[in-house]
């Protein structure tokens, strides 16, 4: 494991924005500018990308891949790889804002996960983070923070306004061609207004509901669209029983060793 040397500290209280903690409970999310500096963004970008493309295991053409493997590479847990990601993805100023946005003193690291969205790569369905996860998806919040500057044609995210509040809509509908179009005529039933986050430097964030409907566009660029998410929970959640596959799956690699029932705090899940 690579040391962290001579890195900038990001264990800062991170200064909200008065009407951030009202708007991520009542729409479900919040766009928040500079949560890292530039100089942060470029310098964590650099080791972020240098890890997460040593540890890519994504080989086929895009053609050949589904839906799901067309959206982005995905490389997750990197702070377990190499000490330099672990002071980004541990830092008490990203935790402190999702403690806040929670409502709670402390969160738990579900994990993290670079999304690297290639030159053509395909759009992310409409889905909810929660359908994956065995805890309170209420407790539960993830920060998506673009490593380069995005510009409104490569895409950020959208969300369906107010969507949380509904809690889990389908625990059979997970990120597929699928999920697109049942979520995309849940939307239109229940009248949610859908906003864009648009475009985005290195080193904002939009913070999100495990319960907040949400989808990307396509990538059109040359560009390969750099973001890094991490996933946190209110400390004291216990495990859930797991509803589907998927959920069994995340048990098992996110909370080794523990049952449902048992408090959602394994060696892979640090308190901050």
């Keep these: 494991m690579t040391q962290a040397t001579s890195l900038p500290s990001l264990n800062d209280e991170f200064p909200l924005p008065e009407n951030a903690v009202t708007g991520f409970q009542e729409d479900g999310w919040a766009l928040l500018r500079n949560v890292c500096s530039p100089e942060e963004a470029a310098t964590y970008g650099k080791v972020i990308r240098e890890v997460a493309i040593a540890n890519s295991n994504e080989t086929r053409p895009m053609e050949e891949r589904d839906t799901y493997g067309k959206a982005f590479l995905q490389i997750t847990n990197l702070w377990r790889l190499d000490e330099r990601v672990a002071a980004y993805t541990l830092s008490k100023r990203f935790a402190g804002i999702a403690a806040k946005l929670l409502g709670v003193g402390h969160v738990r690291i579900y994990h993290d996960q670079a999304l690297f969205k290639e030159p053509g790569g395909g759009h992310t369905p409409w889905h909810q983070d929660g359908y994956f996860w065995p805890l309170d998806h209420a407790k539960t919040?993830?920060?998506?923070?673009?490593?380069?500057?995005?510009?409104?044609?490569?895409?950020?995210?959208?969300?369906a306004d107010k969507s949380h509040q509904a809690g889990i809509v389908s625990l059979e509908v997970g990120i597929s061609d699928s999920s697109e179009s049942y979520y995309e005529q849940y939307i239109r039933d229940q009248g949610y207004s859908v906003t864009t986050s648009g475009a985005m430097k290195a080193g904002d964030a939009t913070f999100h509901s495990g319960l907040t409907l949400h989808k990307a566009p396509n990538n059109p660029t040359q560009t390969v669209r750099e973001v890094m998410t991490i996933i946190y929970f209110a400390d004291g959640l216990r495990i859930a029983e797991p509803q589907n596959t998927n959920q069994r799956n995340d048990l098992e690699t996110w909370f080794p060793g523990a049952n449902a029932g048992d408090l959602a705090a394994t060696e892979l899940n640090p308190r901050i």
Aim: charged share 10%; proline share 11%.
């Design 141 to 159: 919040v993830t920060m998506w923070m673009p490593l380069i500057d995005v510009p409104a044609e490569m895409g950020t995210m959208s969300f």
